[in-house]
């Protein structure tokens, strides 16, 4: 009905019109987008069938954005740091290269936190991106620019990464859907920074839509031959399904409580499930979450089965330059001098106190690799669990220094190695977004994708913001 030109001029059209005001693409490639637009109509035209090219490009002509922690060719790759505004990709990540073979167009990349380590999406490179549903509040990170570009219609797909919730808690606070897949099987090549040691184990690369149906197409293309691992073929009976839900983490002093409004979304999940599938959703109270957060931190900075140290944060803000003194960047970010973010700077700090105390360190390891096996066990081969995506609405700018690990929400799933997928569930009383995480043990990723398409239809999904 509309040829692929006309598809992307709309889209282009779209950025330029919101751009200005969420600041979520920082470097755009209309010109390049139009022209291999041009070719996929000139394709169309004169190609072989429909079904022929369908199965050779999956995505072809769909408008796409990347993260700029990603290589994407011609475009920079900073992820945010100033001593790297110079940095232009002189090739294309492997999960970029892929959605392009498959026929997608990139039209810029998105902005990200410094070093894509804090879930407010703020740099000294690009500045800071705004929520589309308030301006006056955060996209969250590191994939920030993904989930506002997204909720702002500007863009169909995302590609986001994700080592302590940077996908989820962006499509969580920009009302779309999320996916951090089970580890290993997308690659993370071509992102800067990439894991090393324990943490490759941890970091995840996938897909951010406005559309759960578009999840599973993304997801096959991204994952490449890794896909048989899914089980995405797997035909998903929902009344089979053994639903499990947990209201909170169980009180950690670190993080804060949950609102009303995201503990009323999930319990209107539960009666929707319970009635609507004649299910029963099991209550669980997993006492070892309460200390997500600390589990999380011990096993990041933790040494491989090989005995190699974690890559010390402060390492990469340096990034091959001199080293970071965050003491010293403290000091000058006070008087306005440091070209580093206060988060940066304090992550910096709170680096070197976390190996104080390695005993301790050990133990909270220890119980991360229990809980994995709790989790494993409950969840078992059929098991989808009911979670929040964060404790609180997006929140206002700056305010996540206040509260810096509610993101332990996220975060616990990444070192549990688990597919996530974070649902929205409509807007709240002040107009935001809510959402629910959906869990599933290891390679059980048809599970929570296909809950995400059923939870869609019955809570509507992405809304588009300025409607209500």
């Not at 002189?90 to 290269?97: E, F, G, K, N, R």
């Not at 990439?194 to 690369?205: E, K």
């Not at 949950?258 to 319990?267: F, N, P, T």
């Amino acid at each position: 009905q509309v040829t692929c030109t006309e598809v992307v001029e709309a889209y282009v059209e779209r950025i330029k019109e919101v751009n200005p005001l969420i600041n979520a693409v920082v470097k755009d490639r209309f010109e390049e987008a139009l022209q291999e637009a041009r070719q996929v109509d000139k394709l169309l035209s004169e190609g072989p069938g429909d079904d022929c090219l369908a199965e050779k490009f999956p995505l072809l002509g769909v408008p796409i954005t990347v993260k700029e922690a990603f290589s994407l060719y011609g475009m920079p790759n900073t992820s945010g740091l100033v001593n790297r505004r110079n940095v232009i990709a002189t090739s294309d990540a492997t999960v970029v290269s892929r959605l392009k073979q498959a026929g997608a167009i990139p039209l810029g990349v998105t902005n990200c936190s410094e070093l894509c380590m804090w879930y407010e999406s703020s740099n000294r490179v690009y500045g800071r991106t705004n929520n589309p549903y308030d301006l006056q509040r955060i996209v969250g990170g590191s994939s920030g620019g993904e989930g506002s570009v997204l909720a702002a219609a500007c863009s169909v797909i995302g590609v986001g990464s994700d080592i302590g919730g940077s996908i989820r808690m962006p499509a969580f606070f920009n009302g779309v859907f999320g996916h951090k897949p089970t580890t290993g099987v997308v690659p993370n090549d071509g992102q800067f920074p990439n894991a090393h040691g324990v943490r490759t184990s941890y970091l995840c690369t996938g897909p951010m839509c406005r559309y759960a149906e578009d999840l599973e197409p993304v997801l096959r293309v991204m994952a490449g031959p890794g896909v048989s691992k899914l089980k995405l073929n797997e035909k998903v009976t929902l009344e089979k399904i053994k639903f499990h839900c947990m209201d909170h983490d169980g009180g950690s002093i670190f993080v804060s409580p949950v609102d009303k409004e995201i503990l009323q979304a999930q319990k209107k999940v539960v009666e929707h499930l319970e009635s609507d599938l004649g299910v029963r959703v099991q209550r669980v109270a997993i006492h070892k979450m309460k200390y997500s957060f600390q589990i999380w931190s011990a096993m990041m900075s933790s040494k491989d089965s090989e005995g190699q140290e974690a890559q010390r944060f402060t390492d990469l803000l340096g990034d091959h330059g001199k080293p970071v003194w965050p003491l010293w960047e403290l000091m000058k970010w006070l008087v306005g001098m440091s070209s580093h973010t206060l988060p940066a700077i304090a992550l910096g700090l709170t680096e070197k106190l976390v190996n104080l105390n390695l005993s301790g360190k050990d133990k909270l390891v220890s119980m991360g690799k229990s809980l994995q096996e709790e989790m494993e066990a409950l969840l078992g081969p059929d098991g989808v669990l009911l979670y929040p995506s964060h404790p609180t609405i997006a929140p206002k700018h700056h305010s996540p220094i206040c509260m810096p690990f509610n993101f332990a929400y996220t975060a616990i799933f990444n070192v549990l190695g688990l597919p996530v997928t974070q649902c929205p569930l409509g807007l709240g009383s002040e107009g935001l977004p809510l959402g629910i995480q959906l869990v599933a043990a290891a390679y059980n990723d048809h599970l929570t994708l296909a809950v995400a398409r059923y939870l869609e239809k019955a809570f509507g999904g992405w809304v588009l913001p300025g409607k209500v």
